[in-house]
């Protein structure tokens, strides 16, 4: 069992920088992928980033790839996504998850724990 708290989101310009974290507790964090996702209104879930609980792997949608950077605090148990130079198709509730490694890290079904969402809104 893996409990997920998003927190972070919020409403920026377009061009801004935004940093969402997830918190994460449970018992074999480390084998688990810790991935990102969002919903866009109207639109289904996509993949955005995901990263190995060890951070040697990590795995960007082509819309974020070079503006957002997904790391990790194991001190802390906390899954970081730095997202920079936001646009307004940024817009959405952003989801953090945990998926088993071996798994499909892009793909939504591969996620058995899903946090709760944290809307972020970007104005044109």
């Known amino acids: 069992q893996v409990q997920l708290v998003e927190s972070g989101g919020g409403l920026v310009q377009a061009g801004e920088s935004l940093s969402l974290s997830c918190a994460a507790s449970g018992r074999a964090l480390s084998t688990y992928y810790m991935g990102w996702f969002r919903q866009a209104p109207g639109k289904e879930r996509e993949f955005v980033s995901a990263?190995?609980?060890?951070?040697?792997?990590?795995y960007y949608a082509d819309s974020v790839k070079g503006r957002f950077t997904i790391s990790r605090d194991s001190a802390r148990n906390t899954v970081i996504l730095q997202m920079n130079v936001l646009k307004p198709e940024d817009t959405a509730v952003y989801y953090c998850?945990?998926?088993?490694?071996?798994?499909?890290?892009?793909?939504?079904?591969?996620?058995?724990?899903w946090g709760q969402g944290t809307q972020v809104t970007v104005s044109s």
């Open positions: 998850a945990a998926a088993r490694l071996g798994y499909d890290s892009f793909k939504s079904d591969s996620y058995a724990y």
């Open positions: 990263i190995t609980w060890s951070g040697s792997r990590t």
